[in-house]
C-alpha cells in the first residue's frame, strides 16, 4: 500500500526556518515526480514545489529564493527546506507523488495541478506566527 507521511511541522516565527519531510514507500521512488502543496484556512490548495525524477524543480513565485525542494533517493524521502518564513506560508503542507510511466508533466500547467498527482500524504501543519 502507497503511503506518503509527511513530518517536521509546527510553530516558528517569523523570519525562521523548518524543514519538513515526506517519507514515501514508492517503488521505484526514484522515478516519482514529487511536489508539495499546502493549504490556509478558507482557501485553495497550491503548489509549492515540485522535483521531477530527473532533477528540475519549480517553485510558486510566493515561496522562489525561500524554499528548497530536495530528495534523497536511498532514503525514499522528499524534503521542503523552508527559510525566511512568513506568516502567509501558515498552512497545511501536504507531499504529493505521481509515477511512472507519466511522471513528467506534459505541459506547463501540470506542475502544480493537484489532479495530476496519484498520491498524497495527510499532511503536517506549518504555523508562523509575526
Avoid at 525524477?53 to 524554499?67: C, I, L, M, P, Q
Amino acid at each position: 500500500q502507497v503511503q506518503l507521511v509527511e513530518s517536521g511541522g509546527g510553530s516558528v516565527q517569523a523570519g525562521g526556518s523548518m524543514r519538513l519531510s515526506c517519507a514515501a514507500s514508492l517503488f521505484p521512488y526514484s522515478s516519482y515526480a514529487m511536489g508539495w502543496f499546502r493549504q490556509a484556512p478558507g482557501k485553495e490548495r497550491e503548489g509549492v514545489a515540485v522535483l521531477l525524477s530527473d532533477g528540475r524543480t519549480n517553485y510558486a513565485e510566493s515561496v522562489k529564493g525561500r524554499f528548497t525542494v530536495s530528495r534523497d533517493n536511498a532514503k525514499n524521502t522528499l524534503y521542503l527546506q523552508m527559510n525566511s518564513l512568513k506568516s502567509e506560508d501558515t498552512a497545511m503542507y501536504y507531499c504529493a507523488a505521481r509515477g511512472p510511466p507519466l511522471s513528467t508533466p506534459l505541459s506547463s500547467n501540470q506542475w502544480f495541478a493537484s489532479w495530476w498527482y496519484g498520491y498524497w500524504g495527510q499532511g503536517t501543519q506549518v504555523t508562523v506566527s509575526s
